[in-house]
């Protein structure tokens, strides 16, 4: 088993894709927050409320996806050109379902960038209703699908 | 039940902690990472392999801690004073479960921070082995314990 | 007169802030942008529609404040400790007034994050609304009200 | 009217770019900065002053058009291939025309990178006259022309 | 003999490079740290010490090269393809000299790229070692060897 | 001999000085870059000319010392509160020296900030030369004097 991202002296690189082709390339990846029925309400109540809760989510998925190849040592920089957030209300468990998916024309894939903007996310719903309950849990951070490269596709059962 | 990121509109805005004394505060939070019996055994079976990759996961958590800030779009801007990074190998489960604790004295906790913290070294060691196994879950980011400031402790049960 | 940023050879320095206190200071900053009509009743005519335009304004009004040290090069790095947003619908001249205040306890005044903060949010609208008009024009970014400080407290007639 | 920035449930989107051509697109923007005629006098007097005061706000308006994806929500990242920055001094209103140039051959206009550069390029002005004068104002900070992509040419009257 | 990035009024531009062909380049750059005997021993003596004093400055090389367009004003925005850092030990000078090669297929050369890493990877050691030396200095920053694009192949003699 | 920034586990950390007390402290650092006759005879013929190019440093080295805790893992995040360039022409060697003094009232010291602002500066002559000059060599970045802090004062011999 091949450990890619370290050298023949076990120093990490950044994987060379110098000479892969651009192809379309499509990830999506979820995660869960789970947080208390005080704070489901306290966001589900008033409409308005979910509003922002949820939207700045969105926007921070966005923005924290984009910054993936500053946070992940690794990661190479890639020109996103699609990145979409979805967000399920899970009622009966009291939580939120995140989905991020990203898509880009170019060398390698983007599983990392929907990773990372999912995690982005939830940590920004916590992060808005910490003040409510600090015993909220993340949970199930997932690769969800891939599509596009020479190593297949993938979708989780 | 009481929205503190939202102001009298329903718009999000940063706390206002102007007036907030500079008291030493300080936060652990934690996180699995599930990963593949046959990704365990690459990073395990070979000392100076779990080197790089747990190493690597270390720095990210570190450096991932300060962009909090710029991550996450209420948090406030952060002299953070301390950042520690524990990983535990857990080969039962075939995964890994990193602390992040980390030190302020300033206006605000530093949970976010540590959390922050968690979720990138956990999304480091899943970009170090996902060549192996896409299937990975990042699993129980959660708040450990959390001392210091006006809101009180907390220690997770 | 005295450029205060220039050096005794004229070269761009950061301002020695190093002795003065730590004190309360607030900064108002606003501007306009002014869309077509086409625009603005494209935001406005559907009440779900104005909230994710004008909160990413809103969002990115905040986190581009944080920036300022990093955009603007001779401005201090600061741990800005309240920011808020207010926009105000100009229907009349079909518009939008954003207005961004910031509290710092610290060694200098926070003037340019106000302004740097109105003037992310405005062009995150004109970037939602290019599609439809891209003749929108930018006008009016400055200083609403100062305190704090040696320099005293400055008010815009 | 199409607010193309929102998906079918009015949640902000990074617009799918993915599957566009590659082609060379250019943007110039403006803006002006209106400054206290003593402030005016300050820069303009000694040829040494006006030379850090400008460069000091081309070199800020260079790195920021280069931030304008970590910025502005919903942009892309984009592989700029061309920054150029055009000061105007206009001694009758005392103050400064900036134009920002900026070219790529990509998916995707770049006229919120020339604008973007054009808006940072003023309020570092601003801070560097910021002792002389507090009530500056930034005004006309539009797009002059486009060029390059399927939505058409653009020439401001 | 040109100025490259001045403009024909002598104010800093990045250069167009709007037209060149998307090729292959790579460059590869090196630097030394020297340091003091004991702090040498400190690294040295203890195999487990060594890692993870050199692999920081790896990971630090590696993300210091993705940040250069940030930090060098005039860099153009870059799809680094590959990136890895040598660190060959100097025993008899009691020192470090640090290699850092990156790739890319792209219109303009990565030269900076590897200085960029070279510098941060060294200014990494030193920050490590700087409780033991104060003294250390690092020397001999420089490009060993560039290919592609069209002003030629360089080779340091 | 004690690596402080290496844990019980050897593992990296951020020191904690929480508890150190905030005084005032200063570092100026230094380094040389020598470049080619042609290139520094390019810089220096035209007065307007070395204004652009060692202005652009001078900005790059005040951007690039506010960057260091993004830079340099283990770096804490710090408010400057003062940074001064100067550069030295050095006609007999072709080259320049650049010197960057870094003040601050907090818990840790700022050679890091100092050193890094010299890096970025030199690396910035180095890109607004290459053209001319592939060959040039950056070296002597080094600490010239610390004070403040219970380390002691520091001052090269």
Redesign the interface.
């Known amino acids: ?7 023949e ?12 082709d651009d192809t ?1 390339r499509e990830a999506t990846a979820s ?1 869960v927050i789970r947080v208390s029925k ?2 489901f ?3 589900e109540e ?1 409409s ?2 979910k ?3 949820l ?2 989510a ?3 998925s ?3 996806a ?2 993936t ?19 399920e209300e899970l009622p009966k468990i009291y939580g939120y379902r995140l989905y991020v998916t990203v ?5 390698t894939g983007v ?2 960038e929907a ?2 903007g999912v ?2 996310g ?3 719903i ?7 309950d ?10 969800e699908k ?1 599509s596009g490269g020479k ?1 297949g596709d ?1 979708r ?1 059962k």
Chains 1, 2, 3, 4, 5, 6 share one sequence.
């Open positions: 088993m091949n450990l890619t991202h370290l050298d002296n076990n120093k990490p690189k950044m994987v060379d894709v110098s000479t892969k379309l995660g005080e704070a309400k306290a966001v008033n308005t409320k509003g922002p809760v939207q700045t969105v926007i921070a966005i923005q924290g984009k910054q190849s500053s946070l992940i040592p690794m990661c190479h920089p890639l020109l996103l050109t699609s990145i979409k957030v979805d967000i898509k880009l024309r170019g060398k599983e990392m990773l990372t995690s982005t939830l940590l920004t916590y992060d808005m209703l910490k003040a409510i600090k015993s909220m849990v993340i949970e199930n951070i997932q690769l891939k190593s993938f989780r």
